[in-house]
């Protein structure tokens, strides 16, 4: 079956604009979350969702990042504003349950570059 | 706070070969899940091995084993038998039984000569 998928693959933007990243979790999975990998922070969490609610957004970094899910499906992560340090790559992941064993599948990322 | 900690930044291994890789965590909690994934450049994750904290008995997974030392909090990878397409980063990652949230250690890249 179809894995996690993510648009854009690549993104760049001007230091100040606006942009919306995607991600399409596996069909049935009712868990998705967001993860950024930079070069200097390495791999962190940004925020989960279970359907369309986000009990933990505990790892969004500042108010300029936002993300939403609809239809217990697709979820958008948008970041304001962007600035330089925003530069990452940013990784969708999605499992059937969260909180159990079930395993988080990933997509293949967005990388993001802001100029 | 969770941390995991890779510190070996690089390794490098010669095809055939057998490689360990190191990991070490800090939690308060006592049952949690341990995981080791794989990065290859496509940037996709992919896991490779999974531990439950409960289980004494380590996992395996085909080329894939782990030694996981609960009162040392350590859990190491071990690949038998390298091949060219295990030339990977490697992410030792933890994550609690309550809570949906991986925290992942810094990784390490992986290479493996011919």
């Known amino acids: 079956g179809a894995g996690v998928s993510q648009s854009p693959s690549n993104k760049v933007t001007e230091k100040g604009k606006d942009v919306e990243l995607r991600c399409d979790p596996i069909?049935?999975?009712?868990?998705l979350y967001w993860y950024r990998q930079s070069l200097g922070q390495g791999l962190e969490f940004l925020i989960y969702?279970?359907?369309?609610?986000?009990?933990?957004k505990s790892g969004l970094p500042s108010d300029r990042f936002s993300a939403e899910r609809t239809g217990g499906s697709v979820s958008t992560l948008t970041i304001q504003r962007t600035q330089q340090e925003d530069s990452a790559v940013y990784l969708c992941?999605?499992?059937?349950?969260?909180?159990?064993?079930?395993?988080?599948?990933f997509g293949p990322g967005t990388r993001l570059t802001v100029t | 706070a969770q941390t995991v900690t890779q510190s070996q930044p690089e390794m490098s291994v010669q095809e055939a070969e057998t490689v360990t890789l190191s990991c070490t965590y800090d939690?308060?909690?006592?049952?949690?899940?341990l995981f080791w994934y794989k990065q290859p450049p496509s940037r996709q994750m992919i896991l490779v091995i999974r531990?439950?904290?409960?289980?004494?008995q380590n996992a395996t997974e085909n080329r894939f084993s782990v030694n996981f030392q609960k009162a040392a909090k350590s859990f190491s990878l071990k690949i038998s038998d390298s091949q060219l397409g295990d030339a990977a980063m490697y992410f030792c990652?933890?994550?609690?039984?309550?809570?949906?949230?991986?925290?992942f250690g810094k990784g390490i890249t992986l290479s493996v000569r011919p």
């Open positions: 531990q439950e904290a409960y289980k004494q």
């Open positions: 990652a933890y994550r609690p039984i309550a809570n949906s949230k991986l925290t």
């Open positions: 069909s049935g999975h009712t868990a």
């Open positions: 969702f279970q359907g369309n609610s986000a009990p933990d």
């Open positions: 939690t308060s909690e006592s049952d949690y899940y």
């Open positions: 992941a999605s499992s059937l349950e969260p909180a159990s064993s079930y395993e988080q599948y």
